[in-house]
């Protein structure tokens, strides 16, 4: 998944490459259209419109990515396909990928959100809580797949794999409303199954788990800690 996104000043364009469900050629009714637009520019940006997501990358962020094995990087490098490409960039990224020896601390700051929304998630949004969940799930399988060598970033390959009934319930009804009591049980059994729990895990309020997020810097799980709050400027 990608990291926290701020504006920045476009740099021109020199690729545009399709990601997502859409290249994987899964997408249904309702899925986003995700497209990265890799530019010469120095930050990330990303705007969405409707269904439509547009990811601003720096060429130099993504090979920096690429070098360290970056999880999004992966995700571009193995399953984009390009929709303009004068340079071959896409080839370049792929050829530049370096696996990590281990991805525990994406597991990890998964598995933390995760048990997160367990605790705490009933008094969220009842849709993001499910999303959210989701991409806990997605986001520990995937790792585990690259560990492997043989990323996976398909939910229906990913359900066939995971040997977590309660994973595959998941990501095969990952569209459709769910009440939270079964989102919860169902990823309190994916958790446990998966990468179990720690004492914060089990009785954390939610200060202790804000301060774990900042500090393994879980932005994502920042994020959705800041719904909770009346003012979300002191986890900015």
Known sequence: MPPAMVGAVAGTARAVLLFGSHARREASAGSDVDVLVVDDGDAIRHVTSGHVSVFHYPWSTLLKGAGAGDLFVCHVAFEAMALVDPEDLLSSLRAAFAFRKDYADDIERARDLG???????????????????????????????????????????????????????????RHARVAYSTTRRRLRAFLEGEVGAERIHRRGSVDDFVARFQATGNETALSTVVKLREDPERYA
């Open 115 to 173: 048990w997160f929304l367990v605790r705490h998630g009933a008094v969220l949004d009842g849709s993001m809580v499910a999303r959210r969940a989701v991409w806990c799930v997605r986001t520990i399988l995937i790792a585990r797949s690259a560990e492997d060598r043989r990323p996976v970033f398909s939910p229906a390959t990913l359900a066939e794999r995971t040997e977590s009934a309660a994973g595959r319930a998941m990501l095969r009804h």
